[in-house]
């Protein structure tokens, strides 16, 4: 069984939180700055710019690593700034579930474009 | 003997420059949690057809929108500037207190910096 206490207990959310950093200050910029770069005025030109398979993943991708990345950080500010145990668990049960929703959301976004 | 939890008086503490650095990658990665699903809810109404594009660039051309925008502009580049800051440091570098007191006004310039072209940017 896993020890639930003990000096390697946060290695593993050190470490996804290394894993999802490396992969966001690589996306967020490269999209970012595909959009900042096309820029266009038109629906049909902003549809095409998030068309092409590679950057669907790449969105799903960056969703995926900034809800993991956000979920290990609101835990840890919730766990050193709120005490009270129910209020804290009410409070991880909304970051996580607006996380969730959100990447959910974003996968119906990515799948409807044509 | 000392009573322990020591409360200290915040007000009164001089935060050196690594622990605004600290503080501030808290601070902009709970406004960075609130920007996903805000992000996530613009990208759907734009994308939803010709007349949603068009409300979330009007509403992007708001001013209060802008300054929104603004915040989380500055949230993700003092967030990135400073995540690279840990990065570099769990390889080891950069770990002395001279460097730290260094690489965090590095950060914090380079954030204020970033903010400054994106506020040019939008306002101009």
């Keep these: 069984m896993r020890l639930p206490v003990g000096a390697r207990a946060g290695t593993g959310s050190w470490l996804v939180q290394r894993a999802s950093a490396i992969v966001l200050a690589i996306l967020i910029p490269l999209l970012a700055g595909r959009v900042l770069a096309a820029m266009p005025a038109e629906f049909a030109a902003w549809q095409a710019l998030w068309a092409p398979p590679w950057v669907r993943v790449a969105v799903l991708l960056c969703g995926v690593a900034w809800a993991m990345h956000a979920w290990i950080g609101m835990r840890d500010i919730l766990m050193d700034y709120v005490p009270a145990i129910a209020l804290r668990l009410v409070l991880y049960l909304a970051v996580g579930v607006t996380l969730a929703a959100s990447v959910a959301w974003l996968d119906v976004v990515v799948w409807r474009l044509p | ?124």
Aim: hydrophobic share 65%.
């Design chain 2, 1 to 124: 003997m000392m009573n322990r939890p020591v409360y200290l008086d915040l007000f009164r503490l001089r935060l050196p420059l690594p622990g605004w650095v600290s503080i501030l990658h808290r601070l902009s990665g709970a406004l960075l949690f609130v920007a996903l699903p805000l992000a996530v809810w613009l990208l759907a109404a734009s994308l939803s057809g010709p007349s949603g594009f068009a409300a979330v660039a009007g509403l992007l051309r708001h001013p209060a929108a802008k300054l929104v925008g603004l915040l989380f502009a500055w949230s993700f580049a003092q967030h990135f500037f400073a995540g690279l800051r840990h990065l570099m440091m769990d390889a080891h570098h950069g770990v002395t207190l001279a460097a730290a007191r260094r690489s965090s006004a590095v950060v914090l310039g380079a954030s204020a910096l970033a903010t400054l072209v994106f506020a040019a940017w939008v306002f101009a």
